[in-house]
């Protein structure tokens, strides 16, 4: 399957972003998905995950409360929304794709190229 994040930008602290991960190549709904970041620096991270049928999400703890994710298997798409955004939250954000279920990047074998949101303070 092949990933397309796309969402991202400059946003406000306290602001809202929501990206998309648009599927093809494969049924969509057969895969489990999930989104990571690289901040400048740092090593990719886990930031959430939904299962195939959008029934199961998991968070990162960093993430509870202000992101959800979720998925219109009609659509091919897979989102994130994120809320009350902090410069912290700054980083390369990726959408991931595995039959399997876990949270680290060995986890997932379909990648998509990232998008960059930025929150400035």
């Known amino acids: 399957v092949q990933l397309q994040a796309s969402g991202g930008g400059l946003v406000q602290a306290g602001g809202s972003l929501g990206l998309s991960c648009a599927a093809s190549?494969?049924?969509?709904?057969?895969?489990?998905m999930g989104w990571f970041r690289q901040a400048p620096g740092k090593e990719r991270e886990f930031v959430a995950r939904i299962s195939s049928n959008g029934a199961r999400t998991y968070y990162a703890d960093f993430v509870k409360g202000r992101f959800t994710i979720s998925r219109d298997n009609a659509k091919n798409t897979g989102y994130l929304q994120m809320n009350s955004l902090k410069p912290e939250d700054t980083a390369v954000y990726y959408c991931a794709a595995d039959v399997g279920w876990g949270t680290r990047e060995g986890n997932y074998d379909y990648w998509g190229q990232g998008t960059l949101v930025t929150v400035s303070s």
């Open positions: 190549g494969r049924t969509f709904s057969r895969y489990n």
